[in-house]
């Protein structure tokens, strides 16, 4: 499995102006209105190199984005990770160790192993506590079209499809099935938490259209909950499509491979082989089964494979 150089449209820039928060905790930054509305946290670098989620935060903070009612927290996650970049290896800086965005489940925050990004979903974890609503800005390998993920709860599908953009639902019904995200911790991962938590995966990593629409859809999330005026020249939503994952493979194999080179998106019919995975072979579990992030590179642990069918 190879991958193509990418286009290094946006790059990452200096964060240290922004390493002093005012909550007691590195890279994260609170603005209460002093009246009464709902807390929201715009969370950015959840993942070393996904820099769209940079530009909307720093942004905010640059433009001095306050809120018209509740609490608006802004945060840079693992800023570590983001500081390893190499443009002649942009897609190492995702982790330094673990991936940040499966390990918020009491048996990693509360477990004796450690790591850069254990230390700091621990360090973060009052800061993901405090907040009513989530929005987790992430961006993909490939260059597909952007899509939504969250737990399969009305709660959330209710502001995803009300924003309208992205137009394309990646629905969790029973989680994600390889760790647990920032969006399923605490009561967010519960059908009777009362607030949305959503990750928004922007596009490919490093193009200018992914900041872009990170920026556009965190002011899109915090108009739907009043904190900011919504923009009249949003464009209308297009037409909704919505995918449920129904299993979610990790490579066990230097050796996986996929049939063909996949991106995301291309179908499968029900029972068609996949990709191979040391003895294991993932086979279509539909007609019209659906494929979401296929791995790029055989990295034993890593997930090698979303599997959907349209809903």
Known sequence: MTQAPPALEVLP????AYRKG???VD???RFESGKPGPHVLI???THGNEICGMTAATHLLDNNVRPKIGTLTVSFANVAAYESFNEALPFDSRQLVHNLNRIWSPEWLDGTEDSPELSRARILRPVVEAADHILDIHSTSQPVVPFWVYPGFERNAKVALAIGRPSVHLVMPDGLGSGTPLIQYGSHGGPDGK???MVVECGQHFLRSASDLATAVTYDFLAYFGLVDKDPATPPAEPQRRFQLLQTFVIKSPDFAFVRPLIGFETFAKGELIATNGGE???ALCDDCTI???A???IVGREAVYLTKPI
Do not use: C, K, T, W
């Open 27 to 29: 890279y994260v930054h």
């Open 22 to 24: 005012n909550v007691g």
């Open 43 to 45: 969370n950015a670098l």
């Open 195 to 197: 607030g949305v938590a």
């Open 281 to 283: 072979e993932i086979r």
């Open 13 to 16: 820039r200096d964060l240290s």
């Open 296 to 298: 790029q590179r055989a």
């Open 292 to 294: 979401f992030m296929p």
